[in-house]
């Protein structure tokens, strides 16, 4: 069984560019969510993938967007960087069925400078 | 806005000693999971509680939660050096969208 795996697992970003993070889902699971995690902060949602639609988002502009693809991987996508989306993005991915846990990435660590 | 609240924010301890943190929430849940987190990796998912139950237990993992009183414990029976983590409590809110607290960290000396 192939666990979660994120790339690149550190970037170093100048604010107002734009970058694109990858993830490839646990085998067997469809649900892929991301989540941003600011130094000493816990987890925020970002948003979920479904059937390569966007299912539900949290308090992330719009600049914040991602895809899923046939094969459950999934990107996000930030575009004009600020300093503040300096941290660690982590995929998760999940079965589709309520009581199931998350399965999480190592992260990517992004820095904008 | 984080939907929980651990509780404390650090926790140190000797070997062999049990570890309790808190969390408390705001809203409504489908069930309440633990998870733990290494110098800022990955999360792993250590247990899950449904909202229907009050109390789990998994190794050396105990878990309670009390629905009236939105808030959950994790209790880690005689702790070991790897237990040092930052610990995070996660309420399913909707369809497997997770709200995180804002973390314990455990430091365990031997």
């Known amino acids: 069984e192939t666990g979660v795996t994120q790339s690149p697992t550190h970037l170093i970003k100048t604010r107002g560019q734009q970058v694109t993070l990858r993830c490839s889902s646990q085998?067997?699971?469809?649900?892929v969510s991301w989540y941003q995690q600011a130094l000493g902060q816990g987890p925020q949602f970002i948003f979920q993938?479904?059937?390569?639609?966007?299912?539900g988002r949290g308090n992330f502009p719009p600049r914040f967007s991602g895809l899923q693809f046939p094969n459950y991987s999934s990107e996000l996508n930030v575009n004009a960087l600020e300093l503040d989306d300096s941290a660690l993005y982590l995929c998760?991915?999940?079965?589709?069925?309520?009581?199931?846990?998350?399965?999480f990435g190592n992260g990517t660590r992004l820095t904008v400078t | 806005s984080q939907q929980g609240e651990e509780d404390p924010q650090a926790l140190s301890i000797q070997e062999g000693e049990n570890a309790t943190m808190n969390c408390s929430y705001k809203?409504?849940?489908?069930?309440l999971q633990w998870y733990r987190q290494n110098s800022g990796r990955g999360l792993v998912h250590l247990i899950l509680?449904?909202?229907?139950?009050r109390e789990k237990h998994s190794g050396r993992l105990r878990v309670t939660l009390d629905t009236s009183k939105k808030s959950s414990s994790l209790l880690i029976t005689a702790s070991r050096a790897a237990d040092t983590a930052s610990y995070f409590c996660?309420?399913?809110?909707?369809?497997?969208?997770?709200?995180f607290g804002t973390g314990t960290s455990l430091t365990v000396i031997p």
């Open positions: 998760a991915s999940s079965p589709r069925s309520i009581n199931s846990p998350l399965h």
């Open positions: 085998s067997g699971h469809n649900t």
């Open positions: 993938y479904y059937r390569e639609e966007e299912n």
């Open positions: 809203t409504s849940i489908n069930n």
């Open positions: 509680i449904r909202s229907n139950e």
């Open positions: 996660a309420t399913d809110v909707e369809g497997n969208q997770f709200y």
